[in-house]
Each structure stands twice: as C-alpha cells, then as structure tokens.
C-alpha cells in the first residue's frame, strides 16, 4: 500500500535535532509531496548556521522515510537563506507618501500590487516568483495573498502550517524560500475549503492581512491579487498607499483586453503602474527544441509600448515553473533559465523604483 502523508510526517517527527525539538515541532518541513510510493520534501534553514546544523539530519530524516512500508524513493533538499544582509545590499529606500488620505504601513517600503484581468495568466506564480527573486537580491520582502476566494500561495511557497497568534490579535506570519508570506488560505482548514464572504468581510480580512501581521521591517511587499477589478482592488488601492501595480498577461488577444481593463482600473485608483509582465510567451519544446508561440507573438511588449508603460519582461510557457510551483519551491528559488528570467525581471523592477 503507498505510504500516506500522515505516515511520513510521523515518521519526521521522530527525527531530532541535535539542538532540540524535531523536524516537525520545529517546523522545518516544507513542500511535502507524496505521490504513490515517492516522497520529496525541503528542509528549509532559517540562515548557513542552521543549515549547517541540518546537513547531518538531513540524511537521518531521508533514511528514516525510506524505512517506511510502501515508501519508493525519497528526495529531501535542504535550502538556507543566505547570512541576513544586515542592511540591505541593495536599498530602494523609503518611498514618500504622496497618495493624500492613504493609510501608509510604517515598515514596509512600498507595497506593490500584482494584478490582471483574468484568472489563470500566472499572477500567483509571477508573485511568488518575484518575491523570491528579490529576497535573492537582497531584499526583505513580503507576500500577501489577496485572493481571498481562490488563495494559492500556500501551495506555491510549500507553506500549510497555520500562523500563531499569541494573543488572538497579531498574527506571526511563517517565512519561506526568504519571503514572509501570509495568505488567507493559511487560516482556513483545508486547502479545498472555498471561502463565501460578502464584501464587507472580504475588506475586513485584507485589512487585518494588512496591519495585524507581524510582517516586520520590510523593503517591499508584493500583493497577489485576485483576477478582475473587484472589492479587494478597490479597497487596497484607495484606503492604502500602493507604490505601485504589475500588470500580468499572456499575448492572447482576449488576456490584453482584460489586461487593459485592469490597467485603466488601477489608472482610476490613482495607483501608478510599474509596469506589465508577459507570461507564458513563448514554447520551447524540451524534445526538439522548437519554439512556439502558443498565446501570440510579443503582444503585451507591444501594448506597453503603445500606453508608455514599462515592459518588465517575459517569461516561458514552461513545465519546470509549473511543476515548481505545485511542488512548493517556486522556480526562481533554484538555478534555471526560467530563475534567470525572474532575477532579470526582478532587476528591471528595482531599478524601476
Ligand atoms: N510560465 C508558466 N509556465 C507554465 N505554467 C504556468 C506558467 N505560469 C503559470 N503557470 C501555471 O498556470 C496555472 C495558473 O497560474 P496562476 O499563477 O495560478 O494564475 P492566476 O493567479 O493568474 O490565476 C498554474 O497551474 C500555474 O502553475
Ligand atoms: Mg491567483
């Protein structure tokens, strides 16, 4: 019979740490996939000493999930974030506030919104991989998940642990791949649970999302949004000072429409835009090689050229981001053509600010 999640969580616990605790109550176990009889998961380190202290247990944790009955192969990766810069090594400073009446979370930066017009054009994997990109340039950085109805980040950073809140009012947000991230989906039970809010509750939740996270002193926070311009959009862009919004699409002709409702949507809101991010642009077959422009050929660089707004930058219909997105480790955490594609765009973004 294959091995259940249960079992290898089990199993994990067991595992101790020489500075004490296990794996699973020190709560080091991320992305814990197990399909069939194979198990992989990410030990994750807070910083190189912790790494260091996990190497070793590194090896007992995958042996001790290999003595499991039904258990086929077990990958275990262990990540560090690097040594905390002590003070960012690159510093996009403060950004004054200049949207009057706004409310201005004093230690985060700029707040940075990522948004389109429709669903499924990769706002969430862009908005993970983004984050994690920067926090790889040296940034804090923080996530918010925004779409309430449909949150994915739990899934996309390898996050399922619900965050504490020692006294029922602040919320200790969890860390992972060198992001802090909060997201609603980690407040609900189960990943399935759909969430039937009514609007004032929606603006409540984000509110709270907002300034009852103990997100600490961040340089940017980047707000996957939900697809349209709805509630959420309305009530992040007018009752908080947003830096600015990413606008992301695919060439499709009907994704740039939508696109362009966005953009005109944040344009009313008085949020200014960064800029706009073509996804999925192009194909490349990994048996032969050839490339296929599957949504269209280089529409959203012309659509920002055509409104005098920044291109970000494109990024490829890709299985790899795919698959690194459902197993927990966004894509731009690893070493990949598709990584060097975010940190480009993630440059392109830093000098922007
Ligand atoms: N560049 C890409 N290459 C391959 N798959 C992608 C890419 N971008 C997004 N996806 C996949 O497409 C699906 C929708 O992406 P998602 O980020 O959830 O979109 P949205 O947040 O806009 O609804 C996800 O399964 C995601 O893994
Ligand atoms: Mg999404």
């Not at 090896?59 to 002590?86: C, I």
Request: glycine share 10%; aromatic share 2%; net charge neutral.
């Amino acid at each position: 019979m294959a091995v259940s999640r249960e079992t290898v969580l089990e199993a994990l616990a067991k595992v101790a740490l020489p500075d004490g605790g296990d794996l699973v109550s020190r709560d080091l176990v991320r992305a814990l996939v197990v399909e069939d009889g194979a198990v992989r998961f990410v030990l994750e380190a807070e910083d190189q000493k912790m790494a260091e202290i996990l190497a070793p247990v590194r090896t007992t944790a995958q042996q001790a999930v290999e003595a499991l009955d039904g258990v086929t192969r077990v990958s275990v990766a262990l990540t560090a974030h690097g040594p905390a810069p002590k003070a960012p090594s690159l510093k996009i400073g403060r950004h004054p506030a200049q949207q009057p009446g706004k409310q201005v979370l004093p230690e985060v930066g700029s707040i940075i919104a990522i948004g389109s017009g429709k669903g499924g054009v990769g706002k969430s994997t862009v908005a993970s991989n983004l984050a994690v990109a920067l926090a790889r340039q040296g940034l804090r950085v923080g996530l918010l998940d925004a779409d309430i109805y449909g949150p994915s980040q739990p899934r996309m950073m390898g996050v399922n642990k619900r965050p504490s809140s020692p006294d029922g009012k602040r919320i200790i947000p969890p860390k992972a791949h060198g992001v802090t991230m909060i997201s609603i989906g980690l407040m609900l039970k189960g990943e399935d649970d759909a969430v039937i809010w009514r609007g004032p509750m929606l603006m409540g939740a984000l509110q709270q999302l907002l300034t009852q996270v103990e997100w600490g002193q961040l340089d940017v926070m980047i707000i996957d949004m939900p697809p349209g311009t709805g509630d959420i959009q309305l009530t992040l862009c007018t009752k908080f000072e947003v830096r600015g919004a990413i606008v992301v699409s695919t060439p499709q002709d009907v994704a740039l429409l939508d696109a362009r409702k966005a953009l005109r949507a944040f344009q009313t809101l008085k949020t200014p835009v960064l800029g706009l991010i073509e996804n999925m642009s192009t194909y490349i077959c990994p048996k032969c090689g050839h490339e296929e422009h599957i949504f269209g050929d280089g529409g959203v660089r012309v659509e920002a050229e055509r409104q005098g707004l920044t291109f970000l930058g494109e990024l490829p219909l890709s299985v790899d981001i795919r698959l690194a997105s459902d197993g927990g480790v966004p894509v731009a955490a690893t070493d990949s053509p598709a990584a060097a594609a975010y940190q480009r765009i993630a440059q392109r973004l830093i000098d922007q600010l």
